[in-house]
């Protein structure tokens, strides 16, 4: 499997009007495989960070099972408005597709299919908070669904934007203009091997200008506050490209 660091405001593969996608350029990923790589689960537009691809059918299927089986540590950061009463939780609320006129977007309701986030806060300032946050399942948009049904939905965020008189998308320091999202951390137990092997992108430059315009984890050099990375056992590796042997990672899961 390949891991990428995926850049915000770029989609993951081609939407209806066409333009600019990341799965256009996947031939260029082969590196000695006849075909390209293929998406094993997918990132909002504006959600930047890990990014998996199986480099063929086996992979894929492998991953799949592991997203399936809850097998893949998935690990965001995310900045919202507001800061939650409780520093750590769970939300544990299901979500429906709901389709109207002007598009659809995504709802809670008891009908829809369970969906689980745990959170955990990291630091708080001018009213905002930094947030850890854990997919159990992997839901569209379910994050982001998720922070707004607490009532704190991500900054820059234009469609879950507005929650219990919060309102997430009014201008922001620096011109950031995205939902303040970003996926750090990914691991898993590889199938073959046993190893325990995680992947992290590190905070865009877009989001750490943003953390540090609001005082959220930073020194005075500039730079991210290394407290908020924990002392890991595993093997860990930067989100670029691992072109090990045949591994795994996740299914079509899109909870960002």
Known sequence: MLVIDKPAGIPVHTGPRGG???ESGFDTLRFGLPHPP?????????????LVLGRHPKALRRLGALFAEGKIEKVYWAVVAGVPAELEGTVDAPLKKETRRT????EIDPAGQRAVTEYRVLGTAEGRAWLELRPRTGRTHQIRVHCAHIGHPL????VYGRARGKRSVTPLPDGFARQALHAWRLGLIHPQTGREMQWRAEVPEDMAALSAALGLGRDDEGEFDEAYYEDEEAEGYEASFDDGQDDDDEDDHDHA
Request: charged share 25%; aromatic share 4%.
């Open 20 to 22: 600019a996608n990341l």
């Open 155 to 158: 900054l820059g965020d234009p």
């Open 38 to 50: 293929a998406l094993a689960h997918r990132l909002d537009r504006d959600t930047s960070g890990c």
């Open 103 to 106: 598009g659809w977007r995504m």
